[in-house]
């Protein structure tokens, strides 16, 4: 018996060389490739230049044809190549007096890779180019035409390739001949797109996504499931997704998503529209590939036009349902916690007016229904005016302006001390300016009740409650006639709870009799405005810097300064001098407070710090946006889930700490191996504004999961549980 350690040895020995041979053939294979691929300019593809007639006539134009072959599996582009890829090119080099026209490119199919879609042509394709020769050449000579083509050639992996092309031809009088080629280059011609009469084309867009509507004159219906639309431009129409069609009697209509490339909604939709197969467009049943260049119209409601709302991560939803929409979410924005400090206002107004009786509270509910709408239209009307100058801005732009955000600051801190008592206000401008805040937290008559309403607008811009994110994606795609009765319907909404209850007399006698409890009330709520004013410095030093929180903390000193000489110097008794002296004072620190806080929102926003904690911590498995970086995640097929955010969404906020970090969704995070992505909107970022727009949204919060497979983005609700994320991971394939 061999013992075994003398077995060992040599199959150790035959293995190690296996191996080594292994290796050393893998390594000698792929650097033959790479040599080979480098050496050949034109690596698994060939270029030739041919033509259909047989010679050149003086003055004539004629085609010529690149004529691309490539080997199986591999495949070159389409003049928009859709997810990737570069268009094939031609850079003639032809006798004096030739003139050419551009690449006729005929229809291309989809090449899938992942969940990424290109345009191109596999196997052969002719590119047809119309040349045009002076009409002075001399018949019995020869021509050389000439150029170089460049193209890529794909697989799994992506060659650079070009090819120097060359045709001579005989110059004649009489009529040419056909060549070889001249069948393909007519079956070449006829997928090249073309108008079809028999067919009207008209395109609309709204909530993220253009339509094409199509209806047929000749009454025909043909089965158009399966109908693809190649967009000739890039960053128009994603190419990644779904293109449903809807059908209503004659009327067509195919829905196609807005790229998130896009910097501007499309003017016009030009491009190929493809027949599915065995259909053609025309009655003689020979035009498969139909031209499509149609202006869109953002105000045509494709809705009405199909009898059906179109397919989109909004919703599609039609102006009645839009308008039911904002009503509801504008009722539950009071419920929402950016609205809460006003809450104290409405209360502490409930009960000064029951001292006054039910006339004066009807009216003042009315007044600060009036408030809310006023403001909701000066809101909407500048949202409106700056998205038409080219500004890529949406619901709560105002507050990504750290200037805006001082000031709410100083705001909501005045009030806070006028309610705790620092200071009393009469009636005059020379009590330091402050009107709105001071009147709006004192309660003293209707201009308390109206700038109660537009108070409470101007701090609700920071949430988006449910229902009411796909009502303003619509909104922003309408005229400005339906995107203001959008906003009217949300302000409505809004101001109906406090006006139904202004409006009930048996309120008032559920109220306690007035009386000290009232300042104590008082002073109790000045405590959430100091909590607000809190918040929007943190708000603040998000977006500038710790230099600029120093600035802003400066002039809140400065405005309690000017509240604390008010206060100390207001007995009527004082001279006039006197008053003039403390007021002019007063006055000064309130300026000089505000000037302070603006020179600080000029400061840089300041870079992230390590982590500090547990919260901190598992932020880091968080990636930071770009349109990028979801494509090249879901390239790999890994789900992925984006939170569209900012500091000064309070709403966000406290879905991030109660749902978003807690243990148990990350470690679901974990489990689907699912990427984290956060758009950060607290600064304006136009490129998460157009995001945000191709899922039919203007604001945030908004959570969009991608489940890996190149489905449609699944839009989770704005008010997060953890029962909502686990049952969306629940509908992933395990990975």
Same mark, same amino acid.
């Given at each position: ?447 308390? *009740?109206? $700038?109660? =309403?537009?108070? &409470?607008?101007? @701090?609700?811009?920071?949430?988006? /409650? !449910?229902?009411?994110?796909? +009502? ?115 006055? *000064?620190? $309130?300026? =000089?407070?505000? &000037?302070?806080? @603006?020179?600080?929102?000029?400061? /840089? !926003?300041?870079?992230?710090? +390590? ?117 969306? $991971? ?6």
């Amino acid at each position: 018996m061999i013992p075994p350690r003398r077995v060992g040895r040599p199959i150790l020995s035959v293995v190690a060389w296996a191996v080594f041979l292994a290796t050393l053939g893998s390594f000698s294979a792929s650097s033959w490739a790479q040599t080979t691929a480098s050496d050949d300019p034109s690596p698994h593809s060939e270029a030739t230049l041919v033509s259909e007639q047989t010679a050149v006539t003086p003055g004539e134009p004629f085609t010529v044809a690149l004529r691309l072959t490539m080997e199986d599996g591999w495949h070159s582009y389409w003049k928009n190549p859709g997810a990737s890829g570069e268009p094939t090119s031609i850079n003639w080099s032809l006798p004096e007096g030739y003139e050419t026209g551009a690449i006729q490119w005929p229809y291309p199919h989809k090449i899938q890779f992942g969940s990424l879609i290109s345009y191109g042509y596999s196997d052969e394709v002719f590119l047809l180019t119309k040349i045009t020769p002076p009409d002075t050449l001399t018949p019995g000579t020869t021509v050389t035409l000439g150029g170089k083509a460049t193209w890529l050639i794909c697989e799994e992996i992506c060659l650079p390739a070009h090819s120097e092309i060359e045709l001579s031809l005989p110059v004649m009088d009489d009529a040419p001949g056909q060549t070889q080629w001249a069948e393909a280059v007519d079956e070449a011609r006829a997928k090249h797109p073309t108008p079809v009469a028999e067919w009207s084309v008209g395109a609309g867009r709204s909530d993220g996504q253009y339509q094409l509507l199509l209806n047929a004159s000749n009454g025909t219906r043909p089965d158009l499931e399966g109908a693809y639309f190649y967009s000739a431009e890039k960053s128009v129409v994603d190419p990644g997704a779904p293109q449903p069609v809807t059908q209503n009697g004659g009327t067509y209509a195919i829905s196609l998503t807005q790229s998130e490339y896009a910097q501007a909604p499309a003017d016009r939709l030009r491009g190929v529209l493809v027949a599915p197969e065995g259909q053609h467009w025309d009655a003689n049943g020979k035009v498969r590939a139909m031209r499509i260049d149609v202006p869109v119209d953002s105000t045509l409601s494709v809705a009405e036009a199909v009898g059906a709302s179109p397919s989109s991560a909004g919703g599609g939803l039609s102006l009645p349902w839009a308008l039911a929409f904002a009503f509801v979410g504008g009722v539950l924005l009071n419920l929402m916690p950016c609205v809460f400090p006003v809450l104290s206002v409405k209360i502490l107004g409930f009960a000064q007016e029951a001292e006054e009786g039910s006339g004066a509270m009807k009216r003042n509910g009315l007044l600060f229904g009036a408030g809310v709408l006023a403001s909701m239209w000066v809101l909407a009307g500048a949202l409106l005016a700056l998205r038409a100058a080219g500004s890529q801005i949406g619901w709560g732009f105002q507050l990504q302006s750290p200037v805006f955000i001082a000031l709410m600051t100083m705001l909501f801190f005045g009030i806070g001390l006028n309610l705790l008592g620092a200071f009393e206000v009469g009636t005059t401008l020379m009590n330091w300016g402050g009107r709105m805040e001071t009147t709006a937290a004192s309660g003293n008559g209707g201009t308390s *009740a109206f $700038l109660t =309403g537009v108070l &409470a607008t101007v @701090v609700a811009t920071p949430c988006t /409650a !449910p229902f009411m994110g796909a +009502a303003l994606g619509l909104a922003l795609t309408l005229s400005a006639a339906g995107a203001l009765l959008i906003f009217t319907a949300l302000g409505v909404g809004m101001a109906t709870p406090y006006v139904v209850l202004s409006m009930t007399p048996a309120l008032l006698d559920r109220l306690p009799k007035p009386g000290a409890w009232m300042e104590t009330l008082k002073q109790a709520f000045s405590f959430p405005m100091f909590a607000t004013a809190i918040w929007l410095v943190w708000v603040f030093g998000r977006q500038t810097s710790t230099g600029g929180v120093a600035f802003l903390l400066a002039g809140l000193l400065l405005l309690a300064v000017a509240a604390w000489i008010v206060h100390r110097w207001s007995a009527p008794q004082l001279s006039r001098t006197a008053t003039l002296v403390s007021r002019t004072l007063a006055g *000064a620190a $309130l300026i =000089g407070g505000i &000037a302070i806080a @603006v020179i600080g929102a000029g400061s /840089a !926003p300041q870079t992230s710090s +390590a982590p500090t904690s547990e919260v901190d911590s598992a932020e880091t498995a968080w990636r930071s946006y770009s349109p990028g970086t979801i494509e090249e995640l879901r390239a790999e097929g890994r789900p992925v889930f984006v939170d569209f955010t900012a500091a000064w969404c309070l709403t966000c906020q406290v879905n991030k700490r109660r749902v978003l970090t807690t243990e148990t969704i990350q470690e679901a995070f974990d489990d689907k191996n699912v990427a984290l992505v956060r758009a950060d909107w607290t600064n304006r970022d136009p490129e998460i504004t157009k995001a945000l727009r191709s899922h039919g949204r203007s604001g945030v919060p908004v959570y969009v999961l991608y489940d890996g497979e190149g489905s449609d983005p699944r839009l989770l609700p704005e008010v997060l549980t953890e029962d909502m994320i686990l049952n969306a $991971l629940d509908d992933l394939s395990s990975s």
